[in-house]
């Protein structure tokens, strides 16, 4: 069974930094690219970023609200995917999900998700 | 890259059918054969209901089917049940080699 996990999320003040980790366990880690889409509360959801398979280069992409600040990175020894988020705002107060595509070499087709972690920025 | 435009909100009697529209561009919907859709229950994490325009993952309804027509795809429900009262969200790849979410489109079942 495939199974995501997201913990770190918290309060955190405007301007500081924050560690988010997903968990993946069920599947065969290092065969798929891993997703993040945030949701602010009473909001829709909105796509963060990616990273690719190691297969693909690991290379990352990001929404243009967090390029610069959003990092994604991951550990396919310990099947874990990082958004590591600097100089964090207001704005990005947001429950974070983590997701992973429909089968491997896919794209955008987000069959998994976790449970999200709420992520708070206030002062 | 700006969100798709959905509309705020449909509704349906049980048993009709309806249709969710979701427009982009030629950068995103009109470019790519990339749209897919979600539905969101209050609390719950979304679910993937459509991808590629049209395909039905493994344990989606067919009542469920998706299409599209230069920059607008749709989703189209039929035979309406209580239980497709949700959210409901459309996204697509962009040129820009990211994705894109629509504003979102909640279905009422009166």
């Known amino acids: 069974e495939v199974q995501l996990v997201e913990s770190g999320g918290g309060l955190v003040q405007p301007g500081r930094s924050l560690r988010l980790s997903c968990t993946a366990s069920?599947?065969?880690?290092?065969?798929?690219?891993m997703s993040w889409v945030r949701q602010a509360p009473g909001k829709g959801l909105e796509w963060v970023g990616f990273?690719?398979?190691?297969?693909?280069?690991?290379?990352?992409e990001y929404a243009a609200s967090v390029k610069g600040r959003f990092t994604i990175s991951r550990d396919d020894s310990k099947t874990i995917a990082y958004l590591q988020m600097n100089s964090l705002k207001t704005e990005d107060t947001a429950v974070y999900y983590c997701?992973?595509?429909?089968?491997?070499?896919?794209?955008?087709?987000?069959?998994?998700w976790g449970q999200g972690t709420l992520v708070t920025v206030s002062s | 890259q700006s969100a798709l435009t959905q509309p705020a909100s449909v509704s349906g009697s049980p048993g009709q059918s309806i249709t969710i529209s979701c427009t982009g561009t030629?950068?995103?919907?009109?470019?790519?054969?990339?749209v897919s859709w979600y539905q969101q229950h209050p609390g719950k994490a979304p679910k993937l209901m459509i991808y590629?325009?049209?395909n039905r993952p493994s344990g989606v309804s067919a009542r469920f089917s998706g299409s599209k027509s230069g920059n607008t795809a749709s989703l189209t429900i039929s035979g309406l049940q209580a239980e497709d009262e949700a959210d409901y969200y459309c996204?697509?790849?962009?040129?820009?080699?990211?994705?894109?979410f629509g504003g979102g489109t909640k279905l009422t079942v009166l």
């Open positions: 996204s697509s790849y962009t040129t820009s080699s990211t994705w894109v």
């Open positions: 997701t992973r595509d429909r089968a491997p070499r896919e794209l955008g087709t987000y069959a998994f």
């Open positions: 590629d325009v049209s």
């Open positions: 990273i690719r398979s190691k297969a693909y280069g690991e290379t990352t």
């Open positions: 030629s950068s995103d919907v009109g470019g790519y054969n990339y």
């Open positions: 069920g599947f065969t880690f290092g065969d798929y690219a």
